[in-house]
């Protein structure tokens, strides 16, 4: 699996929705949710609120509704 150029991170499901989103549905994702976000300035509960509302509009890069949750879901800060 790819790292996040950024910090390293093993980039799983949820990040690689998260940039092909915010960058180009067609990339090969190259950071993680934590790195894309704080290089658009984006605060984690912004980055989170807009990961659930994709999901529930039913976007296809992340995993539906109901089969697990962004891993920042669980994260303590």
């Known amino acids: 699996m790819?790292?996040?150029e950024s910090c390293g991170k093993e980039l799983d499901v949820w990040d690689a929705g998260f940039y092909?989103?915010?960058v180009n549905r067609?990339?090969?994702p190259k950071t993680c949710m934590r790195c894309l976000a704080a290089y658009f300035g984006m605060p984690r509960e912004t980055a989170?609120?807009?990961i659930r509302n994709y999901r529930r509009t039913g976007c296809t890069l992340f995993p539906a509704e109901g089969q697990g949750e962004p891993p920042w879901e669980t994260d303590a800060e």
Request: some cysteine.
């Open 2 to 4: 790819t790292r996040c």
């Open 20 to 22: 092909k989103k915010l």
């Open 26 to 28: 067609g990339a090969e």
């Open 48 to 50: 989170l609120r807009m």
